[in-house]
């Protein structure tokens, strides 16, 4: 990201600007497909991942890619540091396999160093390696990224496993996510401590989504809450599932910038949070972005934008990530629509 796309994105977040920016978050999902390359290879590949992200930001010059240069292993990163058996397919998106086959095992599982465990030495070393060439295109490492910790529970114990610990097994569930937690701090430091051009953090967590508000106060808002502790600027949340049970809780827990799904309305999630956090969103991705044509594309845009009337703390986008199968076209055509509105 450069130094002005990052004042950018900070005014916007703080409500300083009425014109809204445009931004996607960009990773595996979108970015092999759209340059012409398979998946294993755009992982495994320090050059291969670093042109395809380079060319996205060549292509579109004026749109800002979130979170800039995402060192990934698709789900598999955080896990890995755990022990969880990663599967990488040629063409189809990574994944961790469970390593805990029920919740009496999470009383043996020890924390991970995260200067030496799993994918993580690997994950910083590519920046590490692209760094020097990023910032010849001028651009700057600005964000630290994880999972969430109800996430990263979900790949370790299997989510529908999870999900019924957190009813049969609460003290367990805690450990867990006092474990996880722990770590993913220790994880988002080593990061900011190796760049310290990163002032923003973002973290993903779906799984937000799938348990009640009552559940959400208790298993998540706590621990959300210590990791957006953090001293940064930015500070983005990613849940593409429901919120409505939850996200009047996101800006207590310290989040000032949040990329929701498609189901619920933008003015209905601006009421729920009493208008204090800024939005990453909201075109249907799939529907629109990805199946539609750029005349529809366009129509979406315009009738967000003339449905919101107040368009400070609005990012422009798609709700959630660019998926995959979105083309060059149908973003153009985006950001023509949203530059005339």
Known sequence: MTTPQWNELVAAVRGETRRPPIAFI????????WHGVEIADYLSSETLWFEAN???LETFPEITFLPGF???FGMCTEPSAFGSRCIFPRNEFPFAEPILTNVEQIAALKPPNVRTDGL??????RLRWAQPRIADLGHQIRFSISRGPLNVASFLLGTTEFLMAVKTEPELVHQLLRLITNFLREWHALQRETFPSIDGMLVLDDIVGFVSEQDFLEFGFPYLRELFAADVTVKFFHNDAACAQSIRHYADAGINLYNPGIQTPLAEMRALCGNRLAFLGTIPPRDVLAQGTPEQVRAAVRALLAQTPDRSRLILSCAGGLPPGVSTENIRAFFEAARAG
Not at 26 to 32: Q, R, T, V, Y
């Open 70 to 72: 995402w060192s990934e």
């Open 26 to 33: 960009i990773d595996c999902p979108w970015l092999p497909g």
């Open 120 to 125: 993580l030495p690997f994950m910083l070393n």
């Open 54 to 56: 380079r060319r996205a």
